[in-house]
């Protein structure tokens, strides 16, 4: 066994491989976004994932069970050392490679649902919190519309988002008022 999978101790490792293989039944890739703090990760939970640019590559890292260093990398998160991780599933028939579909907010940045947010990873007190946010059966996949979007620096990027926009933010804060 691993330095960091013995730091984490055996349930702990048994509860990842258990939120990979939930994924795996779910169809859904497992990124990892780092916070650096606990009230920022609930925040990100409940509320969503705000970024510059539509793209969860660009703030979030792609994980795989089978990753040697998968509890290294758990353990010392490669962004700054973070040590509030949270767990992103995201179906892998939507967009462009499982990348999501982002909403765009007023003001420029772009925002993942909370609906992808699967949990959070506390690294100091080695557990996992669910997001009771997260939709497993969350099903956006027949409003993609792919386009080209110009980020702040100019550079072009392709992106999926939703044809309705107004649909899917009536149906998000829908969502948001039974919670």
């Known amino acids: 066994m ?17 939120m990979f293989e939930r994924a795996e039944q779910e169809g859904k ?83 993942l649902s909370p609906h992808f947010i699967n949990g959070i990873i506390d690294v100091n007190k080695k557990s996992i919190v669910k997001n009771p946010k997260y939709d497993p059966l969350k099903n956006i996949e027949a409003t993609i519309e792919d386009r080209s979007f110009e980020t702040k620096t100019g550079k072009f990027i392709q992106i999926s988002l939703p044809q309705n926009e107004l649909e899917f933010y009536e149906e998000d804060s829908q969502d948001d008022e039974r919670d």
């Open 2 to 18: 691993s330095s960091a999978k013995e730091y984490f101790g055996t349930d702990f490792v048994k509860k990842i491989y258990e």
């Open 29 to 111: 890739f497992v990124f990892i976004h780092g916070a650096p703090s606990p009230d920022d990760a609930i925040n990100i939970a409940l509320n969503g994932l705000e970024c510059d640019y539509p793209e969860l590559l660009y703030t979030a890292e792609l994980m795989n069970k089978n990753d040697k260093l998968l509890f290294e990398k758990l353990k010392s998160w490669p962004h700054w050392d973070l040590k509030y991780l949270l767990t992103i599933f995201v179906p892998k028939s939507s967009g462009k490679g499982g990348i999501p579909i982002w909403n765009e907010d007023s003001d420029g940045l772009f925002r």
